[in-house]
């Protein structure tokens, strides 16, 4: 067994390093452009003439985060929305659907108004209002070519035609056959510059069976919005990402033209295209377009800052369903000189079989079906948590679990790692990065990140210095900073049997 760990390590080094000699950065630097046009949109273009097709990635530097007070799940709203069109595509008259939106909103402002009202409300009259509001989205309707953009693009060899939303960030991609670049770049350029809020609030209503389903039907997804909503009292990660239903309820098409004006803008844009292209041939394509996009300023950065956590904060949930533990602490955002280390804890104590977190509570205890940790939860853009969570097996409780891995915490305050762990966690940190440079949506992902957070795409691979830098010293201090019971919020989910319905005995005369 000793003799095949050794092949094993040795084979997979040579693999490593045989792939980061074709990938290395001054590899990139030859095929890598990157051109800021005069709107303030960046533009990456990264050639990779393996295939004749090509991926991009769009990132709009806002997500959930930044919705406004009292619009929870705005930036969600822009995922459901991505692809319907534009003021030249999805719309069989753009003049006459513009004066029938607009007659939406002044129907939906009106009924929202009689239907917020505290006091003195008609019901006559909103029943009223709300079906001339019902009669203005009809007659919009009547203009929309229901889902000719995602058709255009799919009739084009469009394949992976998805949208996501996080909490720092809204994305957009897909990959193509590399001669349709022209097409894409307008399809693109038309979706970020000229977007029309056609069927909003069907789609609203989309989000919020979304929301039924993730949250209010799910007790992990439930347990989830508690958890955040109470490790944080300042800042907007502790709001829900998809937004409280009381909310996405009353978010207007308006609000949501706002959202865009503000934070869609091309200087909050990266978009990076990766594949059988030339740059000196399509730089000048995707500028042509994309240069056409109206300017705005960059959106002012968050000033609201969490405060420390000076004691600790728990959420316990009653109910008939299966039991869980969850625990979290705060930690410093992506920025923080001890970044890496985090990616190194998260890595040795529950990545897989082999970490500290599934040996003891799963193969040796014999106590949980599951059990891992994750850092920068729920994002990175501002500090965010380092959670950690287990599901307790039959016959156990969630108390257990919170022992079971307050142990091992405490193991990584008071003893050194193993050489062997530290070493398998750069290995692995090192074949992650790399298989992210595998394939073009994966590098147009990274490339876009990167030069979003950093201004500068090469951090990614300076990455590796910082993990080669973490040592066992890193990671006692690091642990002993943040695995402290004022740092820490909890939440479990508890089992009790459901009431019996009351049952009237009797017998039969």
């Known amino acids: 067994m000793a003799v095949r760990r050794v092949l094993t390590t040795l084979i997979l080094g040579l693999a490593l390093g045989s792939v980061a000699r074709a990938q290395d950065l001054a590899s990139f630097e030859k095929r890598t452009t990157v051109k800021v046009l005069p709107n303030g949109l960046t533009l990456i273009v990264c050639e990779r003439p393996e295939a004749p097709v090509f991926s991009f990635y769009t990132l709009v530097d806002a997500g959930s985060a930044d919705d406004p007070q009292g619009d929870s799940g705005l930036a969600h709203m822009f995922e459901h929305m991505a692809f319907k069109g534009s003021t030249e595509i999805g719309t069989t008259n753009y003049p006459a659907e ?245 990616d190194a804890i998260t890595d040795i104590f529950s990545n897989g079989r082999t970490a500290r977190l599934y040996r003891s509570l799963v193969r040796d205890q014999k106590i949980a079906a599951e059990g891992e940790g994750f850092s920068g939860f729920p994002g990175y853009k501002f500090p965010g948590l380092f959670a950690v969570y287990a599901v307790p097996l039959p016959g156990h409780t969630p108390e257990e679990m919170r022992t079971a891995i307050h142990r091992e915490l405490d193991l990584l305050k008071t003893e050194d790692v193993s050489d062997a762990e530290l070493e398998r966690f750069k290995t692995r940190a090192r074949a992650e990065l790399l298989r992210g440079l595998a394939d073009n949506d994966g590098l147009a992902h990274q490339l876009a990140e990167y030069q979003t957070r950093y201004g500068d795409w090469r951090q990614l691979f300076r990455e590796l210095d910082k993990i080669n830098a973490v040592n066992k010293a890193d990671i006692r201090r690091v642990a002993n900073k943040i695995f402290v019971d004022s740092n820490r919020t909890s939440t479990r989910i508890e089992f009790v049997a459901p009431k019996r319905a009351a049952t009237t005995q009797g017998g039969a005369q």
Do not use: C
């Not at 510059?193 to 789609?203: I, L, S």
């Open 98 to 342: 513009k004066a029938a939106l607009a007659k939406v909103e002044a129907a939906y402002s009106a009924y929202d108004d009689e239907y917020r009202k505290r006091v003195g409300q008609d019901p006559a009259k909103l029943d009223h209002l709300k079906k001339g509001f019902e009669d203005a989205q009809a007659a919009a309707q009547k203009y929309v070519i229901p889902n000719q953009f995602s058709e255009i693009a799919e009739q084009n060899g469009a394949t992976g035609i998805n949208a996501s939303t996080g909490e720092d960030s809204t994305q957009y991609f897909w990959s193509m056959p590399s001669n349709r670049l022209e097409l894409w770049a307008y399809l693109e350029s038309q979706r970020i510059g000229h977007p029309v809020q056609r069927e909003f609030y069907k789609e609203r209503d989309v989000v919020q069976e979304e929301r039924r389903m993730r949250i209010d039907s799910a007790p992990i997804g439930r347990m989830v919005e508690q958890f955040l909503a109470t490790a944080y009292v300042a800042h907007s990660y502790g709001r829900s990402g998809v937004g409280w239903e009381s909310e996405i309820s009353q978010v207007s098409a308006t609000e949501a033209e706002a959202f865009h004006k503000k934070y869609y803008v091309p200087s909050n844009i990266v978009v990076a295209v990766v594949g059988d292209l030339k740059a000196s041939e399509a730089m000048p394509v995707l500028e042509r377009y994309f240069s056409k996009i109206p300017p705005g300023p960059k959106p002012d950065p968050m000033t609201t800052v969490e405060p420390p956590q000076f004691a600790e904060k728990s959420v316990v949930i009653r109910e008939a369903t299966q039991p869980f533990y969850l625990e979290g602490y705060h930690r410093p955002d992506y920025r923080d000189p001890g970044d890496a280390v985090y």
